[in-house]
């Protein structure tokens, strides 16, 4: 079983920045994908970043791309999304994802483990 915390949602204003931590623990990530979806209020959830936990490769989504940085601390088993330029639209709930086959992936169907989800409001 692979248990996943989400943290560092909030409230920021238009063109603020925010860090989103997930805490993974249970089985051993070394061969995991982590990817962040988010899920706007009436709104399919959606992919958001990836990484792969050994290799440090990266994804985005085109409307995150170059304001979106997703990293991993494999010591702590935590990855991170950094997100700077915050729009109203960014407006979701943030959820960390773990995929047990070490492929990219940016469907939700491919990723086995959730977290519970942060909240992230970008006012205008």
């Known amino acids: 079983q692979v248990q996943l915390v989400e943290s560092g949602g909030g409230l920021v204003q238009s063109g603020g920045s925010l860090r989103l931590s997930c805490a993974a623990s249970?089985?051993?990530?070394?061969?995991?994908?982590m990817g962040w979806f988010r899920q706007a209020p009436g709104k399919e959830r959606e992919f958001v970043a990836a990484?792969?936990?050994?290799?440090?490769?990266?994804y985005y989504a085109d409307s995150v791309k170059g304001r979106f940085t997703i990293s991993r601390d494999n010591a702590k088993n935590t990855v991170y999304l950094q997100m700077w330029s915050l729009k109203p639209e960014d407006t979701a709930v943030y959820y960390c994802?773990?995929?047990?086959?070490?492929?990219?992936?940016?469907?939700?169907?491919?990723?086995?483990?959730w977290g519970q989800g942060t909240q992230v409001t970008v006012s205008s």
């Open positions: 994802a773990a995929r047990g086959i070490p492929t990219m992936s940016t469907t939700l169907y491919d990723y086995n483990y």
């Open positions: 249970g089985r051993t990530f070394s061969s995991y994908v």
């Open positions: 990484i792969t936990w050994s290799g440090g490769r990266t």
